[in-house]
Nanobody, 114 residues
Framework: QVQLVESGGGLVQPGGSLRLSCAAS????????MGWYRQAPGKQRELVAV???????NYADSVKGRFTVSRDNAKNTVNLQMNSLKPEDTAVYYC????????WGQGTQVTVSS
């Protein structure tokens, strides 16, 4: 069992940046892959970015070139650097990991608005 806790959400103006962090309660070495999903009001939860233990990454087309996912296996963290934010990035962002089952964080709100 592992708990995932997100932090770093908030309100930012269009074009701004935010960095989300996800801290795991134990080693993430065996949790592979890990990443981030998001859910906007009235929409389904969607994949944003994932990263394998070896550093391989995959991004949603809508965030390619703007978002960067990273993981630190020694610190048991997964991060999402979000640049050039747009209003359509507004959503609750969830940390996710695949171990013996899917693990989810509680979510952190990101609002992009002027």
């Amino acid at each position: 069992q592992v708990q995932l806790v997100e932090s770093g959400g908030g309100l930012v103006q269009p074009g701004g940046s935010l960095r989300l962090s996800c801290a795991a309660s134990r080693s993430i070495f065996s949790i592979n892959p890990m990443g981030w999903y998001r859910q906007a009001p009235g929409k389904q939860r969607e994949l944003v970015a994932v990263i394998t233990s070896g550093g391989g990454t995959n991004y949603a087309d809508s965030v390619k070139g703007r978002f960067t996912v990273s993981r630190d296996n020694a610190k048991n963290t997964v991060n999402l650097q979000m640049n050039s934010l747009k209003p359509e990035d507004t959503a609750v962002y969830y940390c996710w990991g695949l171990g013996v089952r899917d693990y989810w964080g509680q979510g952190t709100q990101v609002t992009v608005s002027s």
